[in-house]
């Protein structure tokens, strides 16, 4: 899994992206707006079928993605998920400024996620955390929801106690 964070989110207390990668030994974290398409290449060297999780979209000026082969899908463990963790704002800017971004083909959630982010503003109905959105990701390649339920739940009791956190600022001023 590669993780691509817009700078923005990095110092952000409630960072869902960094808790994302420190819980997936194997998931690897860039730090970025602009990613050039060397660098980007040098980090998906490793040959396995690369998938962009992201809504399809339609974007004039942007390249049009791969198809999504659903054959390449069927050994999740070949399989490298790649993940914007940004604002949606931001994410479109990052995938606008990518042209290797735009061609990877995308994944999709199948379903809306129910989401426990409520530190956090959603604009729209069915947004998520970054870690929500590829904990749904991976359980729905991998057919294993469970496997990652351990993971949502010490996301819930993080999102509880950062919501105390600020409960008790409140309060106190």
Not at 8 to 14: R, S
Request: net charge neutral; charged share 20%; proline share 6%.
């Amino acid at each position: 899994m590669l993780i691509l964070q817009h700078p923005l989110e990095v110092g952000h207390a409630k960072n869902s992206a960094r808790l994302l990668h420190w819980s997936l030994p194997q998931s690897r974290l860039l730090v970025g707006e602009v990613f050039d398409e060397h660098s980007l290449r040098v980090a998906l060297s490793e040959p396995k079928y690369t998938v962009l999780l992201y809504p399809a979209s339609d974007y004039p000026d942007h390249a049009a993605p791969a198809a999504l082969d659903a054959a390449q899908l069927a050994d999740p463990s070949q399989v490298r998920l790649v993940v914007l963790d940004a604002t949606w704002r931001k994410s479109r800017k990052m995938l606008h400024l990518s042209p290797l971004l735009q061609g990877l083909p995308r994944l999709s959630l199948d379903e809306s996620v129910e989401s426990h982010y409520s530190i956090r503003k959603a604009h729209k109905p069915g947004q998520c955390s970054t870690l929500e959105a590829t904990c749904a990701a991976l359980a729905q390649l991998q057919s294993d929801a469970v496997r990652y339920a351990p993971l949502l739940q010490a996301f819930q009791g993080f999102v509880a106690q950062q919501a105390g956190y600020a409960e008790a600022t409140a309060a106190s001023v």
